[in-house]
Nanobody
Framework: QVQLVESGGGLVQAGGSLRLSCAASGIIVRLNAMDWYRQAPGKQRELVAAITSDGTTYYADSVKGRFTISRDNAKNTVYLQMNSLKSEDTAVYCC????????WGQGTQVTVSS
């Protein structure tokens, strides 16, 4: 059974940093593409960052240069380092992977105060 458990969200002032973690079980993160999505109130869910099995990364234009996705193979965990946070980054952030089917974590709230 695949489980994705996010942590690390919270309240931070604009300009601050947070690191989100996605601890995976039931899959091997280094063998799968892993993504971070976010959804703000009243807005559609959007892909924020992704890392493929060969380590290629993708970032939404809105977060390029500020966010970094990475993984720790030994811990089977994917991270999202978020720097220079802005109020518009406020959202619920979810970890996702597409294996035999689509799997989602429960999400972690990130609130950036201006």
């Amino acid at each position: 059974q695949v489980q994705l458990v996010e942590s690390g969200g919270g309240l931070v002032q604009a300009g601050g940093s947070l690191r989100l973690s996605c601890a995976a079980s039931g899959i091997i993160v280094r063998l799968n593409a892993m993504d971070w999505y976010r959804q703000a109130p009243g807005k559609q869910r959007e892909l924020v960052a992704a890392i493929t099995s060969d380590g290629t990364t993708y970032y939404a234009d809105s977060v390029k240069g500020r966010f970094t996705i990475s993984r720790d193979n030994a811990k089977n965990t994917v991270y999202l380092q978020m720097n220079s946070l802005k109020s518009e980054d406020t959202a619920v952030y979810c970890c996702h992977t597409l294996s035999s089917r689509s799997y989602w974590g429960q999400g972690t709230q990130v609130t950036v105060s201006s």
